[in-house]
Structures are given as structure tokens and as C-alpha cells.
């Protein structure tokens, strides 16, 4: 175990300061951050403890917009009323994830900045073969090994991994936008916007294993904003390979609203198709204004999965993300 300080501040002025110190990482709930030490992930030199910051476990109303303090747990999201009521797909998003004692533990700040499942990557040191996300420029095993649950969307030659996270992919699909701050102060942005695909980190010059996100190293997520739409409805489904406690091989997050029979808006993101929830654009485009069924939505999001670009192990993923897209749109519906 590398050696690290620990301190506990007692405000969010003083966890700012201490997370811009150089050698500085953040602690909540614990649940990601212990194992990253524990394979040598990372070796921090100071661990903040922000877990009883006040007031950022805080699940509420505010100006047509229900917010969420980045302290809250998967738990409390998941079972609290306002949320089941204004954003049912994340509730389910978040109780769909992990184990019940972990969502007890995980907060929703930390969870959308996890790390990928890729067993190459989630190997403890000295790692018995390359990976670029832990030894840039070693090369990637997945890319032509074992890849049946990585990417379809969005990967390079550098890395082929997903991005694990079952909240972040409601919350994009329910337009969210996240909170940061900074010793430079505050700044808000969609949470589509927060994480990267390996195509769009190389295409503005950062390295497309390492840089999964445009979070700057010394910001904190202080909380998120999800917009109220009136009479939206949602669902979120998770296919896996065991109903117990298993990562994703494809989510969809729906959000539809309806006038009668007729579509009227609708947002659709996949995960655990590519390192960032992936938005079906075209169906998104195209669906509105045409009347609800199953063989419509299915041509819609076929549009979107014309353009996946499966590996060796993984061409099934297309079909299953796209019938699992379709059953979580016409969920969202029924509900």
C-alpha cells in the first residue's frame, strides 16, 4: 500500500482547497476508491474525505428542477418519492445497481466516476499483460482478445472499454446537468458533456485511454439538476447475464412523452455500448410525431445501431442494444 495523508474537511471551501493540492484524490462512500488502491490504480498522496460535507446528500424541488447533492446514495435516490415521482428511470437506475450493500455506501457523485470493468484493466499489479489505461502505450489486449462485453460505439485502437455506470446513463437521458466546483469557482455542464469516447479524447488531443472525462483535476461534483417535464414518463432496463449483482452487457434509459397514442418527445441513452452513455440521435429525430408501436421504435433505433462497429466477440451487442432500447422505450410508456 502507497503511504497517503487522510483529512477530513469540515466545509466545501476547505475540500476545495485540499483536492487542488497535487497528489490529492477524493473519498465519499469508498466503494471504487478502495479497490483502485487495492489493484494499484492509483497512489494517492492525500486522500479528502468529503463523505459529511453538510448539505450535499440533499434530494428536493427547486425551480423546476429536481437536484441531487453528490452525497446522496444510490439507496436514497432509489426510494425516495420526489424521485420515483419527477424521474423514475433514474429510481430504477439506481436500484438496479451494484449490491444493496453497496448502494447504502455509493454515492451518486462518485458512481458516475467510476472506472471500467474491463478485466484487463481491473487486474492488480504487477499486471500480468498490457493495458494502455494503466500503462500508456503498452498496448490494449482487449482490442483483438477477449471483448464480448466492451464497446460497439465510439472506441479507438488505444482502448475498447465501456463505462459501467447505471445512473449516469438515466441522467443523460433525462438532459441532467451536473454541478462542479473548483478553486477557480463554479460551473455547470450537461452530464452528456462529462465523459469522453475514445474517438472524441483523441480528436481534441488527449490520450483516448487515459481521458475519460473533461473533469479537471481539481474539481469535485457538488450535485446535479434534472429538469421536470410535465407528464414524462420513463423506464430503465438492465440485460445481464445474472439477475444478481452482475455488470451491464447493455442498459437503456427511456424518456417519452406522449399526446394520446402519438409520440410527442423522446430521449433514449445505451450503456455499456461505449466509454459515455451513448444517445440515439436519430431515433430521438425521427420518432416524434409518429404514433407509438413496437415495429416504428425498432426501425427508429435500427437507424442509430446501423452505425456500431462491433468488435471480434461482440457483434451481438447490436441487437441486444437495440431490443433492449426498444423494451425500455415501450416500458417508459407503459408505466
Known amino acids: 500500500?502507497?503511504?497517503?495523508?487522510?483529512?477530513?474537511?469540515?466545509?466545501?471551501?476547505?475540500?476545495?482547497?485540499?483536492?487542488?493540492?497535487p497528489g490529492s484524490t477524493i473519498i465519499a462512500g469508498g466503494t471504487e476508491l478502495l479497490n483502485w488502491l487495492r489493484l494499484?490504480?492509483?497512489?494517492?498522496?492525500?486522500?479528502?474525505?468529503?463523505?459529511?460535507?453538510?448539505?450535499?446528500?440533499?434530494?428536493?424541488?427547486?425551480?423546476?428542477?429536481?437536484?441531487?447533492?453528490?452525497?446522496?446514495?444510490?439507496?436514497?435516490?432509489?426510494?425516495?418519492?420526489?424521485?420515483?415521482?419527477?424521474?423514475?428511470?433514474?429510481?430504477?437506475?439506481?436500484?438496479?445497481?451494484?449490491?444493496?450493500?453497496?448502494?447504502?455506501?455509493?454515492?451518486i457523485g462518485g458512481n458516475v466516476l467510476q472506472r471500467t470493468r474491463c478485466a484487463y484493466f481491473r487486474a492488480a499489479?504487477?499486471?500480468?499483460?498490457?493495458?494502455?489505461?494503466?500503462?500508456?502505450?503498452?498496448?490494449?489486449?482487449?482490442?483483438?482478445?477477449?471483448?464480448?462485453?466492451?464497446?460497439?460505439?465510439?472506441?479507438?485502437?488505444?482502448?475498447?472499454?465501456?463505462?459501467p455506470s447505471d445512473p449516469l446513463v438515466a441522467l443523460a437521458a433525462l438532459d441532467a446537468d451536473v454541478d462542479l466546483v473548483s478553486p477557480e469557482g463554479a460551473r455547470r455542464l450537461p452530464v452528456g458533456k462529462l465523459h469522453l469516447a475514445q474517438q472524441e479524447a483523441k480528436a481534441i488531443g488527449h490520450d483516448p485511454a487515459t481521458q475519460e472525462t473533461v473533469l479537471r483535476h481539481d474539481e469535485m461534483i457538488t450535485g446535479y439538476r434534472v429538469p421536470l417535464l410535465p407528464g414524462a414518463r420513463s423506464a430503465y432496463l438492465k440485460v445481464r447475464e445474472r439477475q444478481s449483482y452482475a455488470y451491464a452487457l447493455a442498459t437503456a434509459a427511456a424518456v417519452v412523452q406522449m399526446d394520446g397514442d402519438t409520440i410527442q418527445s423522446i430521449r433514449v441513452a445505451l450503456g455499456s455500448?461505449?466509454?459515455?452513455?451513448?444517445?440515439?440521435?436519430?431515433?430521438?429525430?425521427?420518432?416524434?410525431?409518429?404514433?407509438?408501436?413496437?415495429?416504428?421504435?425498432?426501425?427508429?433505433?435500427q437507424w442509430d445501431l446501423d452505425e456500431a462497429r462491433p468488435l471480434s466477440g461482440n457483434a451481438y451487442k447490436v441487437r441486444l442494444a437495440r431490443n433492449t432500447a426498444v423494451r425500455a422505450i415501450m416500458a417508459a410508456v407503459e408505466s
Request: glycine letters at 8%; one cysteine or more.
Open 125 to 163: 499489479e504487477p499486471l500480468p499483460w498490457a493495458c494502455n489505461k494503466r500503462a500508456p502505450g503498452t498496448g490494449c489486449p482487449a482490442r483483438h482478445a477477449m471483448n464480448d462485453e466492451h464497446a460497439i460505439f465510439g472506441w479507438t485502437d488505444d482502448c475498447v472499454a465501456v463505462h
Open 273 to 301: 455500448v461505449a466509454q459515455r452513455p451513448w444517445r440515439l440521435l436519430r431515433a430521438e429525430t425521427s420518432l416524434p410525431g409518429n404514433r407509438l408501436s413496437a415495429d416504428t421504435v425498432r426501425e427508429a433505433v
Open 40 to 107: 494499484g490504480i492509483t497512489r494517492p498522496d492525500n486522500i479528502i474525505d468529503i463523505g459529511r460535507l453538510p448539505d450535499r446528500a440533499n434530494i428536493g424541488l427547486e425551480d423546476g428542477f429536481l437536484t441531487l447533492g453528490a452525497l446522496a446514495t444510490l439507496n436514497q435516490i432509489g426510494e425516495h418519492p420526489t424521485v420515483g415521482e419527477h424521474a423514475r428511470v433514474l429510481g430504477q437506475a439506481c436500484l438496479l445497481a451494484a449490491s444493496a450493500q453497496v448502494r447504502n455506501r455509493a454515492t
Open 1 to 21: 500500500m502507497h503511504p497517503f495523508a487522510y483529512a477530513r474537511p469540515h466545509d466545501e471551501a476547505q475540500a476545495v482547497a485540499l483536492v487542488a493540492e
